[in-house]
């Protein structure tokens, strides 16, 4: 039978973690964990721990309940449970598609994971795009080191890239805040890589997951944890989201 203070102890933890607001893992009764939920806006959500394996061709339920599923092309598969947890790409014709989603417009926040086994000398990939070169995030290795660093923008001529290079067989959390004026940043595993504060337009239309919107660039490797919110999120959110979330890594 439980102790008083064994029953005060877990009364305690409930009482802190609740106090974490949406977004926070909860601690039930019983000690385990609760259900994690995303924050406010969120309109796509692909998780290999959420939706079990997914076989080629087949597709990956969308678990903000909006329908905004992703469909497998190619051979990409998702294995939902161990190392190589997470949407399997081995280049062309592998990829993810999403229907255009109406609610994402000029201000929004796009999540990922990532992992890659390799990178081609001077070689580029794209982790995901809105039609072509449209409020996308993507891999390029500048220096020919095979090592790349991340490149978001807006569209073809509002663009970045960060300093922090990326290494193989290590997993990624890439997510990008954007505003209304334009302007928008990217994080790196939690740690700022892109600051930009020129304008830009956006023209949201149907989502390319591992490939840009004209089927170049192709990503191999893993992907996981695909997020699109429809406002752009807090700092302490995407730290939330990184730490806290079932794709966290």
């Known amino acids: 039978m439980p102790t008083l203070r064994h029953i005060l102890t877990l009364l305690a933890l409930a009482i802190t973690c609740a106090a974490g607001g949406p977004g926070s893992r909860l601690m039930t009764a019983a000690g385990g ?25 087949g597709t990956w339920a969308d678990q903000t309940g909006n329908a905004n599923n ?14 190589n947890r997470g949407a399997v790409l081995t280049g062309d014709p592998d990829k993810i598609t999403v229907s255009d989603i109406a609610a994402l417009g000029a201000e929004q926040t796009k999540c990922i994971w990532i992992k890659f ?33 991340v490149t978001a923008g807006h569209s073809a001529t509002n663009w970045r890239t960060g300093t922090v290079e990326l290494n193989p067989n290590t997993w990624y959390h890439i997510a990008m805040q954007q505003w209304s004026d334009g302007s928008f940043k990217v994080y790196v595993n939690g740690n ?13 239309t149907d989502i390319s997951i591992g490939v840009n919107g004209n089927e170049q660039h192709w990503f191999v490797g893993l992907l996981d944890g695909v997020m699109a919110f429809s406002s752009a999120l807090t700092v302490p959110q ?12």
């Open 33 to 57: 964990d609760g259900e994690w939920t995303p924050p406010d806006g969120c309109v796509l959500w692909l998780s290999a721990a959420k939706s079990g394996d997914v076989a080629a061709l």
């Open 70 to 83: 992703g469909t497998l092309v190619g051979s990409t598969y998702v294995e939902g449970d161990g190392g």
């Open 117 to 149: 086994a390799s990178f081609a000398s001077g070689g580029s990939s794209y982790l995901i795009d809105e039609g072509n070169n449209n409020n996308w995030i993507q891999i390029k290795d500048y220096d020919a080191d095979n090592l790349p660093s």
């Open 192 to 204: 700022l890589d892109i600051d930009d504060s020129g304008g830009g337009t956006t023209a949201p």
């Open 238 to 249: 995407l730290e939330d989201i990184r730490t806290n979330s079932p794709d966290a890594r």
